[in-house]
């Protein structure tokens, strides 16, 4: 789901806080060592993601904030600003050139610079995450 928040309403902080689940505490961000990436340089995204990156050529940037269920991209499109909500059920992320994350039928593809090797320890972080949130409902044992 992406949203426009540029300005945030009492509705859409509810659908966020649903969909991707409560944002940490300040406590728990500091003991997990942060919970937002730097910006990233975006390179690519899906067609239908495209209405929300500039047309021009200017560079396109983009950072994630952790939830405890999920993921938020938040995109920056000249003075407008968009977020993407990803619940980890939905998250897939392929190491390419770069990174690139799926969900919902869209992509997202940060280019492989200084910006995005900067993020590798949150890129781990993320994982952990994702992966203590899937082991929640391993249903191998059954």
Do not use: C
Request: hydrophobic content about 40%.
């Amino acid at each position: 789901m992406i949203l426009n928040s540029t300005f945030y309403n009492k509705e859409e902080k509810q659908i966020l806080k649903d969909l991707v689940g409560d944002s940490f505490s300040f406590f728990e961000s500091i003991k997990i060592g942060g919970i937002g990436s730097k910006r990233m340089i975006i390179n690519d995204v899906s067609p239908n993601l495209k209405p929300y990156i500039n047309k021009v050529a200017d560079i396109n940037y983009a950072n994630i904030e952790l939830r405890k269920k999920g993921i938020l991209i938040y995109i920056n499109k000249g003075l407008k600003n968009f977020t993407w909500a990803i619940p980890f059920f939905q998250l897939v992320i392929y190491k390419t050139n770069g990174s690139s994350i799926h969900a919902q039928g869209k992509f997202i593809n940060f280019l492989n610079n200084k910006t995005f090797k900067e993020n590798k320890k949150f890129f781990t972080k993320l994982m952990d995450l994702k992966t203590e949130y899937d082991l929640q409902y391993n249903f191998q044992n059954l």
